[in-house]
């Protein structure tokens, strides 16, 4: 099973940007999705974007236009560029890793925009 480790969050103001890391143990080559997750205090786990190992990707509305995955499979990360970040964006964002039937989750990384 792949380990995953994020990196990059921090405190940002509104406006500001992060790029977000997640680094598997192992190639993702063969890994069929990888998504970036996201949890804010009291809501559920939303789903935020995801890359496919053709490398199509998918987007939750809020942040179309703002945010941007990506994958360097050379270096097996998975990353997340987020610009003209929110306060609504404020959470703590996992990486998710699925390769049919296992799926992997990483520590999680904490996302804080001030406004």
């Known amino acids: 099973q792949v380990q995953l ?3 990059g969050g921090g405190l940002v103001q509104a406006g500001g940007s992060l ?3 997640c680094a598997a143990s192992r190639s993702i080559v063969s890994l069929s999705v990888i998504s970036w997750y996201r949890q804010a205090p009291g809501k559920q786990r939303e789903l935020v974007a995801r890359i496919t190992s053709s490398g199509a990707t ?3 509305d809020s942040v ?9 499979n ?5 990353y997340l560029q987020m ?10 964002y996992y990486c998710n890793a699925f390769s049919y039937p296992r799926s992997s989750w990483g520590q ?8």
């Open 5 to 7: 480790v994020e990196s």
């Open 19 to 21: 790029r977000l890391s």
């Open 58 to 60: 998918n987007y939750t």
């Open 64 to 72: 179309k236009g703002r945010f941007t995955i990506s994958r360097d």
């Open 74 to 78: 050379a270096k097996n990360t998975v």
């Open 83 to 92: 610009n003209s970040l929110k306060p609504e964006d404020t959470a703590v």
């Open 108 to 115: 999680g990384t904490q996302v804080t925009v001030s406004s």
